[in-house]
């Protein structure tokens, strides 16, 4: 799936497939879908007035930022780390971006497939 957003007046695009969690842990070393259950939290907490986002939060979100947005257009976003890419705008908010990230995500983790024990049992065995 694939999201276009304005973030500091440009669109930047956001991409997440099931390569996503493979390039995350290859590129930080860390598990994405632990990293993003943690983030939500923390920003479900602030949101409702339960303190600030915890420094190291906010750098698991500008890394996923950056992987994504690399994903999504690799030709575009040559930076080569996210300190990098996030040194081109001059506002990037949390709050606008990870809700958008987030529904990519979600969206990504979604199977198409039938399980197979909804199939129906076999016969001949």
């Known amino acids: ?4 957003l304005i973030i500091d007046g440009r669109p930047v695009a956001f991409r997440a497939t099931a390569a996503v969690p493979r390039l995350y842990r290859m590129e930080y070393g860390r598990d994405i879908m632990q990293d993003m259950l943690e983030l939500q939290s923390a920003i479900d907490a602030a ?3 339960n303190g ?4 190291r939060l906010l750098s698991i ?5 950056y992987l994504m947005a690399k994903h999504a257009r690799p030709d575009e976003v040559t930076a080569a780390s996210s300190e990098e890419w996030l040194d081109g705008f001059d506002t990037f908010s949390v ?4 809700p958008a990230i987030a529904q990519l995500w979600q969206a990504n983790l979604k199977t198409t497939s039938t399980p197979k024990k909804k199939r129906g049992r ?3 065995r």
């Open 95 to 98: 709050y606008q971006v990870f």
């Open 122 to 124: 076999r016969r001949g």
């Open 47 to 49: 949101q409702s007035g």
């Open 52 to 55: 600030p986002i915890p420094p």
């Open 61 to 65: 979100f500008e890394d996923v930022s």
């Open 1 to 4: 799936m694939e999201r276009v």
